[in-house]
């Protein structure tokens, strides 16, 4: 297994100085000696010369956010990360690696939730390289092994949490878009590290039943709202029947007997539950006759 190496290259701008001032002198010796048949002189100036011009391929530019990783006849030598202007030996090969955080989006994939409910699912993950041996040298291309992996992460992820929460303390896609996010970044962590990865931050991008349920499952959740609603309907009805009861005792305003109250209590009731206005009746005799 590969390890990163920080390795340290020469100041570029000595080595284009020294170099530019030997190819100079070489072409100044070349003219001076060719007149006068000096063969091996300018067959010397003539190395020299080419020798200079080789070794000015050895110089290269970091730039900020960015390594260059040396590799020497296929063994890895270094790599350097502080920015600048460097010369190394020109026979390295010198293998750029970005730095920077980058973002990527997974594509919108169709998965099955724990209940084998069909979803729709997308994902936004924020990663940057921190190994750059292991990026270069462990995986084939670290920029798709990031997204196929992602992809991988994000459906093992959605088939282990439910669409919507059934149950109370259930964790759900849905409504727990903080605990799913930090599930998510540990799996695709975990598959990345081999590539010299960091995952800064992994978050539910889309979410959405599939077309083919979708009008089925927004009828059940309608249906829960609205038994949700009514639970508070007839909750605050019912309190609202208690306190009239307890207001007409206290004041002594008329006395009810069980099945006056239990007439009062559905009539209470009907008006505060029913969904349309209630018609009044106005009853002149008594309850008895």
Not at 57 to 69: D, Q, T
Not at 136 to 155: D, G, H, I, P
């Amino acid at each position: 297994m590969y390890r990163e190496k920080q390795t340290t290259a020469s100041n570029g701008f000595v080595w284009l100085f020294l170099l530019l001032t030997i190819a100079i002198l070489s072409f100044l010796s070349i003219i001076r000696n060719a007149p006068r048949d000096n063969a091996g002189a300018v067959i010397l100036s003539v190395i020299v010369l080419v020798v200079a011009i080789f070794c000015l391929g050895g110089l290269f530019i970091v730039n900020p956010n960015e390594a260059k990783a040396l590799v020497l006849f296929g063994k890895y030598k270094g790599t350097v990360k502080q920015d600048g202007f460097y010369w190394a030996n020109p026979f390295y090969v010198k293998r750029r690696v970005s730095l920077r955080v980058r973002n990527f989006e997974t594509a919108k994939l169709k998965v099955n939730d724990i209940h084998a409910n069909p979803i729709e699912i997308g994902a936004i993950v924020v990663w940057k390289v921190v190994e750059t041996a292991e990026a270069l040298f462990e995986v084939e291309n670290y920029e798709k092994y990031v997204s196929v992996q992602t992809e991988s992460a994000l459906r093992a992820t959605a088939s282990q949490f439910a669409y919507d929460a059934h149950q109370a303390g259930e964790e759900s896609l849905s409504t727990h878009a903080a605990e799913v996010s930090k599930h998510l970044q540990a799996a695709i962590q975990d598959r990345l590290s081999r590539a010299g990865v960091e995952v800064m931050e992994a978050r539910i991008s889309h979410l959405a039943y599939s077309p083919e349920i979708a009008a089925a499952m927004l009828q059940r959740q309608q249906a829960s709202a609205i038994i949700a609603a009514r639970f508070k309907i007839v909750e605050g009805a019912v309190g609202m029947v208690e306190n009239a009861l307890d207001l007409l005792a206290k004041k002594n305003i008329v006395q009810l007997d069980d099945e006056r109250k239990a007439t009062m209590v559905s009539n209470l009731l009907v008006v505060l539950c029913s969904e349309r206005s209630t018609q009044p009746v106005v009853n002149a005799g008594s309850l008895y006759t």
